[in-house]
């Protein structure tokens, strides 16, 4: 991937992982646009890195993206990036409380929303001479943590479409990149992580940020960083030793 010269925007860039890939893509040159669906965490954001420009948009409502849709074409239709970035994560236990008055939204945000900004962005980012989608999944897609179920499902889901969009678009001037995080020190899940994180050491936004731009450099299609590469490679026979604690 091309890192300087680049207009991109960022899903969940207020914050976390969003954030300090979107401070390590300008200080490359790039234009960054952070969207989120807080304001106090845009406006926040925007005082520590005055550069970053900043649109607030719930990335799970029609109207809201369709109204950042429209925004890009007429402020920046030269966006040529799209990071796929928010997520959340809620812990569900189906022997006890389910929480399924959020399962909607965690499945909205993590699955539905990248695909619908994907549909709706294509015709700008077909027009570039490079451009690049980025979806970031993570090493649960590929073995899972038992009690946050569903957004390992939704990670596993967005695998498997980035693998159908990749060979769908392999003929347009559109890469399509799968971005798998380890375990981030962010506030995901608000700070009530999987319980099987607990002794696992987490990494910084920053030293992922870092590193993740040093992979996507290098052109390859699946940037797994951390442990997600090990998840990657043995995929569900990891999933008794991650699952075995408490």
Known sequence: MKL??????????GSGIGLALARHFLDLGNTVIAC???QATLD???AAVPALITRLCDVADAESRQGLFSWLAASHPEVNVLVNNAGVQQHRDFNGDPGMATLDQEIAINLAAPIHLIAGLLPLLKQQDQAWIINVSSGLAFSPMADVPVYCATKAAIH???LSLRHQLRSTSVKVVELAPPIVDTGLG???RSSGTANRQMMSPEAFAAETLALLETGQDEVLIGISAETRRQGEALFPRMNNHG
């Open 190 to 192: 608000g700070d009530t």
């Open 44 to 46: 926040e954001a925007q």
């Open 36 to 38: 989120g669906r807080s």
């Open 160 to 162: 498997s479409f980035t």
């Open 4 to 13: 300087t010269g680049n207009t991109i925007l960022i899903t969940g860039g």
